[in-house]
């Protein structure tokens, strides 16, 4: 055997060995233990009468169900993000002016942790100390105080989430807008096209692939969500704003129930494949059309 | 015959030039009011941006009576630092009040060692991947990709037991680790990528004068890396060091980072909350990060972009 | 003993076969050029060789080595790319001394080659400075310079002229040249340009489609091609060649045109007793053909419409139409501007310059 044909293999040991452990063997180590009884302790027999059992709970968790409720929610909410970003990016690709400038400052929520984020807007929507209290004093009726109930807490998260990522799928937009090129809007603008038409029917279609992989990219930051739940409501008032990674790390530090914990990581998991697997199949497909064009 | 005008050589020659009347009065073009518009609308939206950075400092250098007044725009009567102080200093993060720049300081000793490992590791697959003959490179790659998108929750217990038997479990050490961990399939896939760029002549010239792994890797690829690492570097930074969960499930007590102080300072409120407090540490966990964003901003762009897209 | 030498070398990619048994020998110190159109396969023969690929089966040897199962390094060749391949981060010396990064030298020994190099090149000026200071010829010259450095037996060269303007090439390919002459080295070298073959080579191995056409002395290929495809490649304007039928009567040979006209090949070299009624393909050079009557017996002679005349101020192509087809013609400049189209011109050919193929297999009778 050649060297050359050594050296690198023994060079992606590592690599080899921190995915096929940390990565490969703790997936399949969770879902073994999701069709166990274990509590705070890993148990490895497998009762095969009842081995769905943890899932059978999870599916009648109330708990559970709120989660998922709020992932969609988020899902659709955080969507805005996406909206928004496209809106901002299509505005700056325009103008021109002050693109540096208004770049800089959409952008600077991603350089800051969701801790701080969830900590700032919590301060914001303070009742008696926050916007609310001073949009009052100027004579406006709101109510702000979305923190404190149950079903207006998710839109405070929601408010967070996008205030942090529009920036970033601005900076996508922005850069799918960049691949357009320039006589697409000489021939628009020849053919007398309002520009409101122009954006519709032609630049968003030609955009798919930077859509998509925005879609991508939203699906699986809401499906992680945690940190900034915990800053704004840590679960909070009651179970109204859990949702799964949090319901997840709830089940194992919370409740010390380490199957329970385990079914629900599964849950996500399949999620995640479910969300992603169509979508990147569609990217690939985009991109397969995309070359067969040139 | 050049093609300098009339105007410019009668200029050069001392002359004073002779500006001509134009022939037609043309309308200057000017600011539109379309224009108008989308730079209104984007100054608001800018505002909304910078509304909750505004509220968060201001806060910070307030007093605590001045906030009770419920003001939350309006600017400190007197700017006192002793949020700061306390924020920083005292603060109580669990059973301890050391203040914030425990975990500070936490988060920096995390950052090093986690970086180190993380992109050196991380080139030296990415080149093993990219530029030599391995037969089941496309697999693993793959793999690697999968790996990069499964959630955090389905390995977590399993990691937590493996650094529980490497009795590193609580300290600084495995959150760095796990970071590591966490952060080679996205790292493997960027340095791919980017090594697949190099010019294949290159590197056969490279099997022809040397043929060695490492000696190709240290002197001509890494020298050569110049701009991805930087790239990498910032999403490294930013990501580790706004981290809470890693932070919060591999830290123990003693291997907390500044942002898990923070969520503990915010989330557990032990008689009155003092916002100023709050809202100072919020700043202090903030700064670093922004500083480096403020400082090299467009290559923060590429970093986060480059991680979302796994190169 | 060869000092190369290829033995029923098999290269394939999944389903796809590019070299099938192809064998060859070069000997010590020969200028060998593999010569071809893109797709024939000698960039593929030149990287097995390198050790850049793989043989899927054969056997390769250099000197008395068998290098089949070794690493590049391992193989004592230097090879100069196309596109030079200098490493950008390190300066001229850098480059050079990388050169010899897998040889175990002492320093010294390293530092005098660098000087030594450098001084045949003429690129001392040049040892701090990094590639992208660098200009096109310059760094083909640092690239040279890394190849010769290693002080090996056998150079490859990867079309390494290909991206110069016309005038450097020139330079580059007397520099090439000289080279080799001094270094007493054998040389394989990959290139489409049929110029630089038949300028530099010893010997030329011409290839399509994976399989060598023919292997011989530029004289060799160019006065006796062995096959259609060489004929048609090699010189230019191209040979002209035309379909005919051969007529043997009482030891007469007469190759017979479509338009009837007929050449007397009675004294051409057959290599089998040639054939009544035998379809040929007749290849006849531009510079083989002169304007005006025919003087002795043994030539043919054609009267022939002017389609148009090309000239490049040294030289002119006169094309004539024969039989439907045009018929390239070397003539003097001045000659050309003469004539005008439509014009017909007295043309003769002489036959003992013919070179006939058969019309079937392409391959030289």
Known sequence: MRWSRIAPQLALTPALAITAVAFVGSIGWTIYLSFTRSRRLPEYGIDWSEWGRQYDRLFRDAGWEISLRNLIVLGLGSALAIVFGFILAAMIDKEKRG???????????????????????????????????????????????????????????????????????????LAGLKGINTEIWSAAKLDGVPLWRVYLEIIIPMMKFTFITCAILLSLGVIKAYDVVVAMTNGGPGQSTWVPAYFTINALSAKSNLGYA????????????????????????????????? | ????????????????????????????????????????????????????????????????????????????HIWTLEAWDHAWNHACSGIKCDGLKVGFWNSVSILFPSLILSISLAMVTGFALALWNVRWAGGFLFLLFICAFVPFQIIMYPLIVMTTTTKIYGTLWAVAVIHAVLAMPVLTLIFRNYYKDIPTEIMSAAMMDSGSFWRIFFEIIVPMSGNILIVVLILQITSIWNDYLIGVTFGGLTGQPMTVNLANLITISTGTTNYAHNMAAALLTAIPPLVVYFLVGKLFVQGVTAGAIKG | ????????????????????????????????????????????????????????????????????????????????????????????????????????????????????????????????????????????????????????????????????????????????????????????????????????????????????????????????????????????????????????????????????????????????????GLAVVIGMRPEHFTIGEAASGGTAQFTLPVLSAERTGSDATLYLTFEDEMLALRVAPDLAAGLRVGSTVPVQFQAGKANLFDAQTGRRI
């Not at chain 3, 090996?152 to 060269?157: A, G, K, Q, S």
């Open chain 1, 262 to 294: 385990s079914a629900a990581a599964v849950m996500m998991l399949v999620i995640t494949l479910v969300v992603f697997i169509p979508l990147v199949a569609l990217t690939v497909w985009q991109q397969r059309k995309r070359e067969a064009a040139r």
């Open chain 2, 1 to 76: 015959m050049s093609q300098v005008s009339v105007s410019e050589r009668a200029a050069a020659a001392g002359e004073v030039p002779v500006t001509r009347a134009p022939y037609f009065v043309r309308k200057k073009k000017g600011i539109t009011p379309r224009s108008i518009a989308v730079l209104v609308f984007l100054t608001i939206c800018a505002l909304f941006f910078c509304v909750p950075l505004y509220v968060v400092v201001v806060t910070s250098f307030k007093t605590m009576d001045q906030i009770r007044e419920g003001a939350i725009f309006t600017l400190p």
């Open chain 1, 99 to 173: 693109e540096s400038f208004f770049r800089t400052v959409f952008l600077y929520p991603l350089a800051v942790s969701l801790i701080v984020t969830g900590a700032a807007w919590r301060w914001i929507l303070n009742p008696t100390l926050g916007a609310q209290s001073f949009l009052r004093g100027l004579g406006w009726e709101v109510d702000f105080n979305w923190l404190a109930q149950g079903d207006t807490a998710m839109y405070a998260i929601i408010l967070a989430s996008v205030w942090q990522s529009a920036g970033f799928y601005m900076a996508l937009m």
């Open chain 3, 1 to 276: 003993m060869p000092a190369v030498s290829f033995e029923h070398i098999v290269k394939r990619y999944g389903a796809v076969t590019v070299l099938d048994d192809l064998n060859l020998a070069i000997e010590d110190g020969d200028f060998l050029v593999l010569l071809g159109p893109s797709g024939c396969g000698k960039t593929t023969l030149l990287n097995l060789l390198a050790g850049l690929l793989e043989v899927s089966d054969g056997r390769i040897t250099i000197g008395d080595r068998d290098v089949t199962e070794l690493d590049p390094k391992d193989r004592g060749l230097a090879m100069v790319f196309q596109s030079y391949a200098l490493y950008p981060t390190k300066t001229v010396r850098g480059n050079l001394k990388f050169g010899l990064a897998a040889s175990k030298l002492p320093s010294e020994e390293v530092e005098r080659r660098i000087a030594w190099v450098a001084k045949m090149l003429q690129i001392e000026p040049l040892l701090d400075r990094k590639p992208a200071q660098l200009s096109g010829g310059q760094r083909q010259r640092v690239a040279i310079g890394r190849a010769i450095i290693k002080k090996v037996d056998v150079f490859l060269f990867d079309e390494p002229l290909s991206n110069l303007d016309a005038k450097l090439r020139t330079e580059m390919r007397l520099e090439i040249k000289k080279l080799h002459d001094e270094l007493k080295s054998t040389v394989v070298y990959v290139t489409h340009d049929q110029i630089e073959a038949m300028t530099m080579a010893t010997k030329i191995a011409v290839m399509d489609g994976g399989v060598i056409q023919q292997f011989g002395t530029p004289d060799e290929v160019y006065e006796h091609p062995a096959n259609l495809f060489v004929a048609g490649f090699i010189g230019a304007p191209a040979m002209n060649m035309r379909s005919a039928t051969l007529a043997v009567k009482a030891g007469k040979v007469e190759a017979v045109f479509k338009s009837g006209a007929r050449l007397d090949v009675s004294d051409y070299p057959f290599q089998a007793p040639a054939r009544d």
